[in-house]
């Protein structure tokens, strides 16, 4: 019965802190949820902050390899084509909704708890380290890290805003449709994109030189 009461207990927390964030979730709503009481929640987890961590921990165990992303070997411009692929697919989530991890992810991201630590460190860093090896090898030798990472930051906002602006954009244009034809178009769209960038920039620094020379 214990054990039964722990894992209805997780179960609901990981809807509502989905659902509400950490700081705007309450022990009320997760109990009522989980069909229980407060005192279940004090003797499985202790206070809230303990509890948040056992059910972020269980959401890495259940997702941790959904999150990850294989490259393969690849030329670069193929694998930044895999990962933008993966990554809008996965933040649009078409083929599926969108896990446990992904929306205390999203939750995290607008309104931050001690928890995005490990998240960064255990689902955000890994893919964020294969994408900066892309970037780094699509941009010249001396490229600088501020170039490298305003080229990462670039392709992760553009598919994150396929995330974050969606109900804007099914106001803005009410015919979209989030087909998977649509979603692999915006996936090729952002890639062609984020190469004719990465491209540009040996000219870029060209025209920059040949104005300090007319300056």
Not at 163 to 175: I, W
Request: a negative charge; glycine letters at 4%; proline letters at 4%.
């Amino acid at each position: 019965m214990r054990k039964n009461t722990r894992k209805k207990l997780i179960e609901a927390a990981l809807e509502i802190f989905g659902e509400q964030g950490y700081h705007n979730a309450t022990i009320q709503q997760i109990v009522r949820r989980a069909g229980t009481n407060v005192a279940a929640v004090n003797y499985h987890f202790g206070d809230k902050a303990h509890f948040y961590v056992e059910v972020v921990s269980h959401a890495l165990n259940l997702d941790r390899d959904v999150e990850r992303i294989d490259l393969g070997d690849d030329p670069p411009e193929e694998q930044l084509r895999t990962f933008v692929f993966w990554f809008v697919h996965h933040v649009v989530g078409i083929h599926k909704p969108s896990s446990s991890l992904e929306k205390i992810h999203i939750q995290e991201m607008v309104n931050p708890s001690p928890i995005l630590d490990t998240l960064v460190e255990t689902f955000i860093r890994p893919n964020h380290m294969k994408l900066r090896a892309i970037v780094a090898a699509l941009l010249p030798d001396d490229a600088s890290e501020q170039d490298i990472r305003h080229h990462c930051f670039s392709v992760i906002g553009q598919c994150l805003h396929y995330k974050f602006a969606r109900p804007v954009m099914d106001r803005l244009y009410n015919d979209i449709e989030f087909t998977e034809d649509y979603v692999n178009a915006l996936a090729e769209h952002i890639t062609s994109v984020s190469l004719a960038g990465m491209r540009a920039v040996p000219a870029q620094r060209i025209m920059a030189v040949r104005g300090g020379r007319e300056r």
